[in-house]
């Protein structure tokens, strides 16, 4: 399809596990964000990716959480030793070009996200 | 820091009844606003946005205006459906790629 793709959509796990989480962007997005969302919140930004930048990290919340992208196509997000606190619904979503120095006026295209469910 | 605060839901509607979601922020400079809608089972995806004070965004009958003075940005639809129930979402962006969201307000209209 054209739209963001993110898998598993369901992931249950057992505390203590490691889980990887897929996002494919649109293509010709050279911007990728991850965001989480817990349940009856808003999003919480983790990490953005900008072509060959070097991400923004400010939002990871541990060193246990990490993500990588290969050029501007594939992103994974890994969650290590995962705790009950991790539950959440995690997305991603990628846009065109953002041009530093300017306001953000572009849109965000968003996947349907993944449901992480740590036992 | 910059925030979004979005009135609590669930919002409850009949059909055809007048919508109203609040939405107010805290910004330094002059942020681009948005609203975001996720209807059930989709993803998030934008609904309309303003970049500038006094400018009206409007989509699938939705509007808002951004209000610099009041600091807000009320979402509005004169008459609602059933397919408009969804969760919407308020957001900001500041002059860095980052948006700020709000929580959220799940609408449900009734037929």
């Known amino acids: 399809g054209a739209g963001v793709s993110q898998s598993p959509s369901n992931k249950v796990t057992e505390k203590g596990k490691d889980v990887e989480l897929r996002c494919d962007p649109i293509?010709?997005?050279?911007?990728l964000y991850w965001y989480r969302q817990r349940l009856g919140q808003g999003l919480e930004f983790l990490i953005y990716?900008?072509?060959?930048?070097?991400?923004?990290k400010s939002g990871l919340p541990s060193d246990r959480f990490s993500a990588e992208r290969t050029g501007e196509s594939v992103s994974t997000l890994t969650i290590q030793r995962t705790q009950q606190e991790d539950s959440a619904v995690y997305l991603c979503a990628s846009s065109p070009a953002f041009k530093r120095g300017g306001a953000n006026t572009g849109e965000l295209f968003f996947g349907e996200g993944s449901r992480l469910t740590v036992l | 820091g910059n925030s979004v605060t979005q009135m609590e839901g669930p919002v409850t509607l009949s059909e055809e009844a007048f919508l109203t979601i609040n939405c107010t922020y805290t910004a330094t400079g002059y942020p681009s606003l948005f609203w975001y809608v996720q209807y059930p089972g989709e993803g998030l995806q934008l609904l309309l946005k303003a970049t500038k004070a006094d400018d009206k965004g409007s989509n699938k009958g939705f509007e808002a205006t951004y209000r610099k003075e009041t600091t807000s940005f009320h979402l509005e639809k004169g008459s609602v459906q059933v397919s408009d129930s969804a969760v919407y979402f308020c957001?900001?962006?500041?002059?860095?790629?980052?948006?700020?969201w709000g929580a959220g307000t799940k609408l449900i209209i009734k037929p």
């Open positions: 990716f900008q072509g060959n930048s070097a991400p923004d």
């Open positions: 293509s010709g997005h050279t911007a």
């Open positions: 957001a900001l962006s500041d002059s860095n790629y980052q948006l700020i």
